[in-house]
């Protein structure tokens, strides 16, 4: 009989649509009860991850695909898992509108300066800035144009704001107005009044936004980050912030998460923190099992799930 193990908490009717798929299998969810070693290492099928599950990817003989419930993949023991030949599909597709208003919310805040208001609130102190502008007119560029990238530029050109973007195909979208491959990240870099980094983590990515790359940014801009922590080289990032080299950072993700609570970015006057939080939803696990769902109709019809596969090869 087959495993299939819950390790993403579901709402009991979503799990019962799994069960009507598969009424012949057995399933293991770690809601209702610890799950034994023996478990782990005979599942044949995954959805969601943990510690434990890493550790006993050598030994389950039986895993054939794991179904993420995150968009990103690089915490997961990708080389193991393309030695094993095990399928890995992700939940891309179901953040773009809640990221897209996360940074919306960011920007708006530095731009009407409420990330202030709110500490001089909770102060009860009466102050006007001489930091308020408007959006519209200003220059967003957003490194790394998937559908979530997409998505942040409609909104942002709702706002009146001209959007530059890079990829590394360069393959125009409607949304963006120029578009450009990573060589020229520099020169995005150079004409935004706002910068976003919605990458992937690969090699090609780590550190990517470092001392060189920062000092490319326009004086003062804002920076941006929703895709990977690692791509983003932290102490370069505090010491641009410190400077005034750039104006403010808008941080969803981080090198290391939790955040360090004697870490310098929690004080910073210029810097609003999100805790890993951008792409949540109150629709985010219905949206999940939506995914997981389509794929364990094709993983049953041909024995391979057919949406949002990784590339084990490239690692997204």
Request: without cysteine; neutral net charge.
């Amino acid at each position: 009989m087959s495993t299939l193990l819950l390790l993403f908490p579901l709402k009991p009717e979503q799990i019962e649509q799994i069960r009507r798929i598969i009424p012949d299998w057995t399933l293991v969810s770690e809601q209702s009860s610890p799950i034994t070693d023996e478990q782990y290492r005979s599942a044949e099928v995954v959805l969601g991850w943990n510690a434990a599950m890493e550790e006993a990817v050598a030994s389950a003989n039986r895993l054939k695909w794991v179904q993420t419930s995150s968009a990103g993949v690089d915490k997961l023991p990708l080389d193991a898992l393309r030695e094993r030949g095990v399928a890995l599909t992700s939940a891309s597709g179901i953040h773009p509108v809640s990221m897209a208003e996360t940074l919306f919310a960011m920007l708006l805040a530095f731009s009407r300066n409420l990330h202030h208001a709110i500490r001089q609130q909770s102060r009860k102190e009466w102050r006007v800035s001489d930091r308020y502008y408007q959006l519209s007119g200003r220059t967003i560029g957003i490194i790394g144009v998937g559908a979530i990238g997409t998505e942040m530029a409609r909104l942002a050109r709702a706002f009146g704001m001209k959007t530059l973007g890079v990829r590394k195909s360069a393959r125009p979208v409607p949304e963006i107005d120029e578009m450009f491959g990573m060589d020229r990240l520099s020169d995005v870099l150079s004409r935004s009044d706002m910068v976003v980094n919605v990458l992937p983590y690969t090699d090609e990515t780590h550190h990517l936004f470092n001392a060189k790359t920062l000092a490319a940014m326009k004086p003062k801009a804002l920076f941006f980050n929703f895709g990977r922590g690692a791509s983003v080289d932290t102490p370069a990032l505090v010491s641009a912030l410190e400077s005034g080299a750039i104006g403010g950072a808008g941080l969803d993700v981080f090198e290391t998460e939790p955040l360090p609570e004697d870490h310098p970015l929690w004080t910073m006057d210029n810097v609003i923190l999100t805790p890993h939080i951008g792409g949540w939803t109150d629709q985010y696990k219905a949206r999940v099992t939506e995914i997981f769902l389509d794929n364990l109709t094709s993983y049953l019809r041909s024995g391979k799930p057919e949406r949002n596969v990784v590339d084990l090869n490239r690692n997204y």
